[in-house]
């Protein structure tokens, strides 16, 4: 529940400073809005921790590929499928939660 907690290191702002810690209250606001980060929205939490460790990076990594390789071709495929073989999620104890983990879908490619 740390607002600061919220701020990308990669921006370089003090976290000691105000900036970082309004910044982080307005990122905390988008995905909680007024509530404290608990068990209870823990699927807000999971969408700020897709967004801020997988999205991100991935779309940046995208843009600067078609950048500097314009007439290569992308494909992106998001993997929502919540089946049997998502043993991932099982792992990490977090089977409960609805929709695919990260790297569930390996486990449909390679059995």
């Known amino acids: ?4 907690s919220f701020v990308p ?3 370089k702002i003090d976290p000691n400073g105000e900036e970082a810690k309004a910044l982080g209250l307005e990122i905390k606001k988008f995905y909680h809005g007024d509530r404290e980060v608990s068990e209870e929205n823990l699927s807000e939490f999971i ?3 897709t ?11 995208n843009e600067l590929h078609s950048q500097s390789n314009p007439k290569s071709k992308q494909f992106l495929y998001e993997f929502w ?10 792992i990490l ?12 879908d ?6």
Do not use: C
Not at 93 to 104: C, V
């Open 1 to 4: 529940n740390d607002p600061v």
């Open 9 to 11: 290191r990669s921006l």
């Open 47 to 49: 969408d700020f921790m």
């Open 93 to 104: 104890m977090m089977d409960e939660i609805p929709g695919a983990g990260h790297g569930d």
């Open 51 to 61: 967004d801020f460790h997988f999205l991100t990076p991935q779309t940046i990594s």
């Open 106 to 111: 390996v486990f449909y490619l390679f059995r």
């Open 81 to 90: 499928f919540d089946g049997d073989l998502n043993h991932y999620k099982k």
